[in-house]
C-alpha cells in the first residue's frame, strides 16, 4: 500500500553538527518529494523538493538526494542552528492522483 | 499578500454533531487540499480541489466532504462527529492541479468531547 517510512523519529545534534533524516516511499510511480518543516504550534512550511529526474538538489545549509532504485530519499541539513529546531517530514507523491503522503516526522533539537 | 488563511483556529465540538471547517487560498492559487494532522503524527491527506472539481479523496469515511466555491476558497464538512476526528485540520492551496508547492494555513484545531 502507499506509504512513506522516516527515520529517525528524533534526533540531538550539537550546533554546527550536521543532520540527516532518511525516509523510504513504497510506489514506485511516485515522482515529487517535498520536505516540510514544522515549527511548535505552526504551519508547516516547504524548505526544499526534488521531482524524480533529479539525484539531488542544493539550497545554502540544506540538501536533498533521491535514489530511485532503492526508494529513498534523504535530507542533510548542514552547519545546523539552534533555529533548525523543528519537527521534519518528508512526503513522497501518490503517482496516480499526485496526492502527497508524509512520513511521520522527525523532531530535531540543536544544541546551543 | 496574504498567505493560507483558516477558519475558526479552534473549535469544540461533542460526539454526533457536524462541523464546517473554511480555507481561503492565496491569490492566483486554484488547487485547495485538506490534510488531517492528529498529534505526533505527519498530515493525512482527505481532498483535494482544482477549479471547483474533486481531484482526489483520501481514506476518509463519507461522513467526511468538501467543496470548493468559484472564488477558489473551500469548505470541509465533517457530520456526526466522533472522538476520533480531533485533530488539527490543515489546508493547503496550489497553483497547480498537482500537490507540487503546496502553501499550508495555519490549521482549525477540532476538538470533540
Not at chain 1, 51 to 76: C, P, Y
Request: some cysteine; proline content about 4%.
Amino acid at each position: 500500500g502507499e506509504n512513506v517510512e522516516q527515520h529517525p523519529s528524533t534526533l540531538s545534534v550539537q550546533e554546527g553538527d550536521s543532520a540527516v533524516i532518511k525516509c523510504t516511499y513504497s510506489d514506485s510511480a511516485s515522482n515529487y518529494f517535498p520536505w516540510y518543516k514544522q515549527e511548535l504550534g505552526k504551519r508547516p512550511q516547504l524548505i526544499i523538493d526534488i521531482r524524480s529526474n533529479v539525484g539531488e538538489k542544493k539550497d545554502q545549509r540544506i540538501a536533498v538526494t533521491l535514489n530511485k532504485t532503492a526508494k529513498h530519499f534523504s535530507l542533510h541539513i548542514t552547519e545546523t542552528q539552534p533555529e533548525d529546531s523543528a519537527v521534519y517530514f518528508c512526503a513522497a507523491s501518490m503517482g496516480n492522483t499526485d496526492k502527497l503522503i508524509f512520513g511521520t516526522g522527525t523532531r530535531l533539537q540543536v544544541f546551543p | 499578500d496574504a498567505g493560507v488563511t483558516q477558519s475558526p483556529t479552534h473549535l469544540i465540538k461533542t460526539r454526533g454533531q457536524q462541523v464546517t471547517l473554511r480555507c481561503s487560498p492565496i491569490s492566483g492559487h486554484k488547487s485547495v487540499s485538506w490534510y488531517q494532522q492528529v498529534l505526533g503524527q505527519g498530515p493525512q491527506f482527505i481532498f483535494q480541489y482544482y477549479e471547483k472539481e474533486e481531484r482526489g479523496r483520501g481514506n476518509f469515511p463519507d461522513r467526511f466532504s468538501a467543496r470548493q466555491f468559484p472564488n477558489y476558497s473551500s469548505e470541509l464538512n465533517v457530520n456526526a462527529l466522533l472522538l476520533g476526528d480531533s485533530a488539527l485540520y490543515l489546508c493547503a492551496s496550489s497553483r497547480t492541479a498537482t500537490n507540487e508547492k503546496l502553501f499550508f494555513g495555519s490549521g482549525t484545531q477540532l476538538s470533540v468531547l
